[in-house]
């Protein structure tokens, strides 16, 4: 599925135009976007978790001539399932909590 059939199917199931669930699709990916990049984690229960993560630096090589090269230490974007998702992929039941 990509971004237009996204925008379509949220556009049937909300029963909106498909220019409003464009924007509103583009409004909360900015800002997910945003949060994740000021360090900040976004949590949707029963689907995930986006979060940065430090990546340290590290010594790799280069595939072509086998020569070491430095991977520089970055930033970058992670996300964790929730247990809600992971069970409709899987095709189970969520569990229920006590």
Excluded at 1 to 16: H, Q, R
Excluded at 41 to 68: D, I
């Amino acid at each position: 599925m990509n971004k237009s059939e996204l925008i379509d199917f949220a556009a049937a199931e909300a029963d909106i135009s498909k220019a409003a669930a464009g924007r509103a699709l583009d409004a909360i990916l900015a800002a997910v976007t945003k949060a994740v990049a000021k360090g900040d984690s976004v949590t949707l229960v029963g689907f995930g978790t986006f979060k940065s993560s430090k990546r340290a630096a590290r010594t790799g090589r280069n595939p072509q001539t086998g020569n070491e090269i430095k991977i520089a230490a970055t930033t970058v974007p992670r996300f964790t399932a929730g247990a809600g998702f992971k069970a409709a992929v899987a095709g189970k039941k969520a569990a229920k909590k006590k």
